[in-house]
């Protein structure tokens, strides 16, 4: 299974992604396209470095590059 059809399952659920900079993502999946999954971070803006302001204002959180992604937990693991 790639990340695109991962990060599909998963809509709506808590998870956290590890990018291939090593920097942690977490947050809700609000949002998949083919290039990008859209995270709105738990408790504020945190994003591993990603500032993308206009995001939050649609409720979508900001986007990570799916060739970013460097590995995938479900919130069940880590909160």
Known sequence: M???E???RNIGRNV???????RKH???ITRVTN???WIRPNGGRQGGGYSWGWGWGW???YPLALGLIG?????ALFF
Request: glycine share 22%.
């Open 35 to 37: 290039k990008h999954v």
């Open 59 to 61: 409720g979508w959180g």
């Open 6 to 8: 991962l990060c599909n």
């Open 2 to 4: 790639n990340y695109y």
């Open 26 to 28: 977490t947050g809700v």
């Open 16 to 22: 956290c992604i590890t990018d291939i900079h090593g």
């Open 71 to 75: 590995g995938f937990a479900l919130g």
